[in-house]
């Protein structure tokens, strides 16, 4: 069984940076990918990044390429989203979510995830 926590999450105004976290349990935790995704009020769920099993890939959703950075510590099991120069359009419930594939290069398709972390609000004003 997996579990995913993440944390990180506040009201921030528009231009402040901010990091995610999300602590995984599992000893498979290193050999799949992982993804942040997010879900704005009365939107679609949307892919934001997603890091290789081995945090040697990125991708990135063009909405936040250049301000997001999603990283993993493999030795903590740790998933991380370090969000620069933020927006009101980027206030949303953000969800770690862990890729099927074992390793790898991880999925902007929401339905490739399998285990989901409960998600932390992040609000941006203007």
């Known amino acids: 069984q997996v579990q995913l926590v993440e944390s990180g999450g506040g009201l921030v105004q528009a231009g402040d940076s901010l990091r995610l976290s999300c602590a995984a349990s599992?000893?498979?935790?290193?050999?799949?990918?992982m993804g942040w995704l997010r879900q704005a009020p009365g939107k679609e769920r949307e892919f934001v990044a997603t890091i290789a099993w081995s945090g040697r890939s990125t991708s990135y959703a063009d909405s936040v390429k250049g301000r997001f950075t999603i990283s993993r510590d493999n030795t903590k099991n740790m998933v991380y989203l370090q969000m620069t120069t933020l927006k009101p359009e980027d206030t949303a419930v953000y969800y770690c979510?862990?890729?099927?594939?074992?390793?790898?290069?991880?999925?902007?398709?929401?339905?490739?995830?399998?285990?989901w972390g409960q998600g932390t609000q992040v609000t941006v004003s203007s």
């Open positions: 979510a862990r890729d099927r594939v074992a390793y790898g290069l991880g999925s902007s398709d929401g339905d490739s995830y399998d285990y």
């Open positions: 599992g000893r498979t935790f290193s050999t799949y990918p």
